[in-house]
């Protein structure tokens, strides 16, 4: 009888490990990868604010307020608008905004307006998250993250991705933990509705892992780790080869990383912007390297015009099982002065993942590599025809050799 109790004990301390182990998988949890600008990313944003049950709660460095956003469309709704005067529907948003105080004061308003609690941060530190938690702890919980504001220049024009995690506890608890920090210690804008916070629990999921840097930024703790040291670890942890597809490498840890990850053999394929390039030569003794390759997202003649198309992307694929995404910029300014993001897909959650931004960094670094000769055809008929060239033409994903050599060729262009 002894041993028939030890062995149900087991059997049942078995199946309880094992549900555990796949509750973070259940049916109804799923996460979803879009990117700009071939995916309905404003469409969807929108589609999840129209179903919200009771709370939307965004922080968002930048956002179009006009009537040509998908978003704006639906906040303007009769729908929307009876809920929120209602009070069935809340929506609080803390904004950060890129223009001057009073542009910012004016999209700040417009969002008021529509029914929005606003607050901003008002720090020397920005707030460069892109993201929304709906609905925390019922039955629908969503997250939206990225790297991406929700603007129609980004949607049109830029490379990005977006997130969307349906049914996943941890990034629901993580996402509406940061929120909620963050929303404690903004100041109000206009009119305060008196929200109170949705609490956040800690659900683990194995699979992901959310980094943000609110904690040290906020001087709330000096203990936490830099988001620099997560990038660095995941690039040592790589043992075959690397995607790198990012506005900006310019933090030195990483660049030493990548550097040793290519003396050890790893393969590491680096995508920057435009931006980026216009002091690559100050790192140039990190990533020349026969295993290292970059590739430029180049569009324009005149290198500082590099708003129109950036490769606004922050993503790295490790082995094929690891990705890493977010908010954070690569650059010392965005580890010191920005709030950003950090989320880590690994295991299952990660191999599938993987594949996805593995085909959207195939489809970057051949980007319009088909159309390279034709241009260099194009430009030098002009030049010796004495015109001048357009500076501007369609991305190109150049080697740095390649943008040198166009550079040179063509000093002078047309706006």
Partial sequence: MTFQRSTAAL????????????LPLHADAKIEALFHPHDPTLEKIASWIEEAESRVDIAM???????????????????????????????RLIFEGYGTSAENAVKMQALEDLGLDVRFLGRSVKVHHKFA???????????????????????????????FFEGEAEASDQFQEEFNRLWENSKSFGHDLQFSNIESGSR?????????????????????????????RVIESASSHIEIASTRIRLLPVLEAVQAAAERGVRVRILISQDDYRDLHKRASYLEHKNIEVRVKFYN??????????????????????????????????????????????????????????QEFEMLWDMGRDKLAGLKTRLAEMKSSGRLPRCGFSPIAMQPSEVRSLLRSHRKCEL
């Avoid at 059997?11 to 796949?22: H, M, N, Y």
């Avoid at 709906?134 to 977006?162: M, P, Q």
């Avoid at 003649?301 to 082995?319: I, S, T």
């Fill in 301 to 358: 003649l005149r290198p500082g015009e590099y708003l129109a198309f950036q490769m606004h992307n922050k993503f790295m694929v490790a082995d094929g099982e690891t990705v890493l995404t977010g908010s954070f910029n690569w650059s010392e300014s965005a580890e010191k002065n920005h709030i950003e993001n950090l989320v880590e897909f690994k295991g299952r959650a990660g191999k599938s993942m993987a594949g996805v931004f593995a």
């Fill in 11 to 22: 059997t049942t301390c078995a199946l309880i490990l094992l549900f555990q182990l796949l």
């Fill in 204 to 232: 683990d999921q194995r699979d992901l892992v959310f980094h943000f840097n609110s904690l040290r930024r906020l001087r709330l703790t000096q203990d936490h780790e830099l988001l620099t040291d997560q990038v660095v």
């Fill in 61 to 91: 460095y930048n956002m179009d307020t006009t009537d040509g956003s998908p978003v704006i469309q639906t906040l303007k709704s009769e729908s929307i608008q009876a809920r929120l005067q209602s009070g069935e529907l809340q929506i």
């Fill in 133 to 163: 938690a709906i609905d925390t702890g019922l039955r629908k919980e969503r997250v939206i993250s990225g790297s991406a504001n929700w603007s129609l220049s980004s949607y049109r024009n830029y490379n990005e991705n977006i997130l």
